[in-house]
């Protein structure tokens, strides 16, 4: 993770900047184990010295590289949407969408969700939604990439439905972009639903309901 980490956390408040290659490879030993971690706790409940632990590292290491906790938390955030946002561009760039058609492209969106919700950064992920009222909101950052997203779905689609106008396909799409997140992120929370990310069960569910949204004449 090197040169990603090199990366993002110049940006973020609280993580001090690393220069030295060692100090590097331990700010990404961190961040590796921090992911993991919240794969088994919340992050309430995730102490420094389990970071220590897993990563193998000293609590004088941790605290030369994060401020506190939230600054260690924020890196987090930033390390799970910079590798989202390569899977994102890779799967459904400009380029990538252009060679699909527009049910490939809603199948591959479907996809494309469920792989990063289901993802090595799930818990990071159902930390943020979880923090989606504190004052600083938690999903804000997801959020953004998110909008990215539903609106490269508009551009490459809302003209491949002559049947309708280009608002009202426009509409549907972020109907059916909302459906998705919006059950992706149920299921990211509550593990008792019958159809989840566990299994092919909820991505087969999703691209029928909105394969059956799009085909509807209905206007929404």
């Given at each position: 993770?090197?040169?990603?980490?090199?990366?993002?956390?110049?940006?973020?408040?609280?993580?001090?900047?690393?220069?030295?290659?060692?100090?590097?490879?331990?700010?990404?030993?961190?961040?590796?184990?921090?992911?993991?971690?919240?794969?088994?706790?919340?992050?309430?409940?995730?102490?420094?010295?389990?970071?220590?632990?897993?990563?193998?590292?000293?609590?004088?290491?941790?605290?030369?590289?994060?401020?506190?906790?939230?600054?260690?938390?924020r890196a987090l955030q930033m390390s799970a949407v910079a590798r989202d946002r390569r899977i994102i561009e890779y799967r459904l760039g400009r380029e990538r969408l252009s060679s699909l058609s527009p049910p490939e492209v809603l199948d591959e969106l479907v996809d494309t969700l469920a792989d990063i919700f289901s993802s090595e950064v799930r818990g990071v992920l159902k930390e943020s939604l979880l923090r989606i009222l504190d004052p600083e909101d938690g999903w804000a950052l997801m959020r953004k990439s998110g909008q990215d997203i539903q609106q490269g779905i508009v551009?490459?689609?809302?003209?491949?439905?002559?049947?309708?106008?280009?608002?009202e396909t426009e509409r549907k799409l972020r109907f059916c972009y909302q459906v998705v997140v919006g059950v992706l992120q149920n299921d990211l929370v509550n593990d008792y639903h019958a159809f989840s990310t566990t299994d092919q069960s909820v991505r087969s569910a999703l691209k029928a309901v909105i394969a059956d949204h799009m085909k509807s004449t209905s206007s929404y």
């Open positions: 993770m090197n040169k990603r980490s090199t990366e993002f956390t110049k940006s973020v408040e609280g993580v001090f900047d690393v220069r030295q290659d060692r100090s590097q490879k331990s700010l990404d030993a961190f961040i590796e184990s921090g992911i993991a971690l919240l794969n088994q706790m919340r992050f309430d409940e995730l102490k420094v010295s389990d970071l220590v632990r897993h990563s193998g590292r000293s609590v004088g290491s941790f605290y030369k590289r994060f401020e506190d906790k939230e600054a260690f938390f551009d490459r689609l809302k003209d491949a439905y002559p049947d309708r106008s280009s608002s």
